[in-house]
């Protein structure tokens, strides 16, 4: 069973700060995507990166795949009151028919202001 | 609006009734998933399928589980003698079964069961 761990599990800091989240496993993404999720509401797609060593910008969140494709990051910079969230990493292990998305457990982002 | 659609947007039930729940894909997928979420967790993997044909179920879902997708586009999860943990966030979401396989989900289907 493959496995993702999101570090950390809750985080809470004040709007203006830099902040990254990380997604890891031991076993290798065929592709992976970051999704944010805000309650009682489904998961919205941000980004997803295919390629080892890949960066994605989006706004003031910075996406980078590691480049043996097991590990991952999501850095906001100057985060904002409306970044509040629970981002969720999910990952595809191999790119045959008979794979799924499997979803990290989630880090919770709380920013204040 | 093309996207995932999911009806009901909330259910509560009496412990023991059976739910049914829809999904509607986006039109071009035919890749459809279906997760549960509780509070504060990640999305946990239910079943999936390509088309009408079921590749994957959970060993997590027992035997009260059932899912369909009859004809390739909606599908329907349904659970039968519904259990107080089985209230949960449902989610349905579809993708391309190549490339990225960005998923694209609904809103969820809130259960309670009372």
């Known amino acids: 069973t493959q496995l993702l761990e999101q570090s950390p599990q809750f985080l809470s800091i004040q709007e203006g700060e830099n902040l990254t989240v990380y997604c890891n496993s031991s076993?290798?993404?065929?592709?992976l995507q970051w999704y944010r999720q805000e309650p009682g509401e489904g998961p919205v797609l941000l980004v997803t990166v295919v390629t080892g060593g890949e960066v994605k910008k989006l706004k003031r969140l910075t996406f980078q795949f590691g480049d043996a494709r097991k590990d991952s990051s999501l850095h906001i910079t100057a985060a904002q009151t409306g970044d509040t969230g629970l981002y969720l990493c999910a990952g595809l292990f191999n790119a045959g028919t008979a794979s799924k998305l499997t979803f990290g457990t989630g880090t919770r982002l709380q920013v204040t202001l | 609006d093309t996207g995932v659609s999911q009806n009901p947007r909330h259910k509560i039930t009496k412990r023991g009734q059976n739910v049914t729940f829809r999904c509607d894909p986006i039109?071009?997928?035919?890749?459809l998933y279906w997760y549960r979420q509780t509070l504060g967790q990640g999305p946990e993997f239910l079943t999936y399928?390509?088309?009408?044909?079921?590749?994957?179920k959970s060993r997590l879902l027992s035997d009260r589980f059932s899912a369909e997708r009859p004809k390739g586009s909606f599908s329907t999860l349904e659970i039968q003698r519904t259990e107080q943990g089985d209230s949960a966030m449902y989610l349905c979401?579809?993708?391309?079964?190549?490339?990225?396989?960005?998923?694209?989900f609904g809103q969820g289907t809130r259960l309670t069961v009372v």
């Open positions: 039109s071009e997928h035919n890749r």
């Open positions: 399928f390509q088309n009408e044909a079921q590749l994957e």
């Open positions: 076993s290798v993404f065929s592709s």
């Open positions: 979401a579809s993708s391309f079964p190549t490339g990225g396989r960005e998923a694209f």
